[in-house]
T-cell receptor, first 114, second 115 residues
Framework: KNQVEQSPQSLIILEGKNCTLQ??????????LRWYKQDTGRGPVSLTI?????NTKSNGRYTATLDADTKQSSLHITASQLSDSASYIC?????????????FGTGTRLTIIP | NAGVTQTPKFRVLKTGQSMTLLCAQD?????MYWYRQDPGMGLRLIHY???????AKGEVPDGYNVSRLKKQNFLLGLESAAPSQTSVYFC??????????????FGPGTRLLVL
């Protein structure tokens, strides 16, 4: 059974600090991994998409890493801002071309305090 | 360009009542999806559509029906609502197949409470 586990469940940090969110997955065969940001009361918004061959991908202050050997990904947020307060969801795609399936993690709830 | 919109934003139903959730997208996307999001669980796929006139079952289809009569619209129906269907429902769309490298764009969600 495909599984995506995220840690921590919740995190509180001071504005301006950095943080790293973790994602471990058990899927086969791996296709790609995505990180989404979900503001309270809104739909998820895509941050990054990484394939098997990509180790790092950045989107502004967000940097995602992928280690396909250990089946781990992380999302690093640099110089956090109040607007970064949200849930961050790791999503892994598994399957062969034309028959992929997405498995969603339960998310990490990040709170930035001034 | 509104992206993906959902109607209604919030609804309260009594057990056994029926309703239809409407999703509309103006990006000319082929693929559309309905998900539900429950506390402590990741989003789960209910039904999806790979094009106008086609629909397919997702991970948790029981108790729901869908229709895609027009490319821009994807309707989710609950024929006889049950308390277990209390959830937040998200519609999403993408240009090509799910799981591919195409980004899924999500709507703002519909909060449904079944009493």
């Amino acid at each position: 059974k495909n599984q995506v586990e995220q840690s921590p469940q919740s995190l509180i940090i001071l504005e301006g600090k950095n943080c790293t969110l973790q994602c471990n997955y058990t899927v086969s065969p791996f296709s790609n991994l995505r990180w989404y940001k979900q503001d309270t009361g809104r739909g998820p918004v895509s941050l990054t998409i990484m394939t098997f061959s990509e180790n790092t991908k950045s989107n502004g202050r967000y940097t995602a890493t992928l280690d396909a050997d250990t089946k781990q990904s992380s999302l690093h947020i640099t110089a956090s801002q109040l607007s970064d307060s949200a849930s961050y969801i790791c999503v892994v795609s598994a399957g062969y071309f034309g028959n992929e399936k997405l498995t969603f993690g339960t998310g990490t709830r990040l709170t930035i305090i001034p | 360009n509104a992206g993906v919109t959902q109607t209604p934003k919030f609804r309260v139903l009594k057990t056994g009542q029926s309703m239809t959730l409407l999703c509309a997208q103006d990006m000319n996307h082929e693929y559309m999806y309905w998900y539900r999001q429950d506390p402590g669980m990741g989003l789960r796929l209910i039904h999806y559509s790979v094009g106008e006139g086609t629909t397919a079952k997702g991970e948790v289809p029981d108790g729901y029906n869908v229709s895609r009569l027009k490319k821009q619209n994807f309707l989710l129906g609950l024929e006889s609502a049950a308390p277990s269907q209390t959830s937040v429902y998200f519609c999403a769309s993408s240009y090509s197949e799910r799981g591919g490298l195409e980004t899924q764009y999500f709507g703002p969600g519909t909060r449904l409470l079944v009493l």
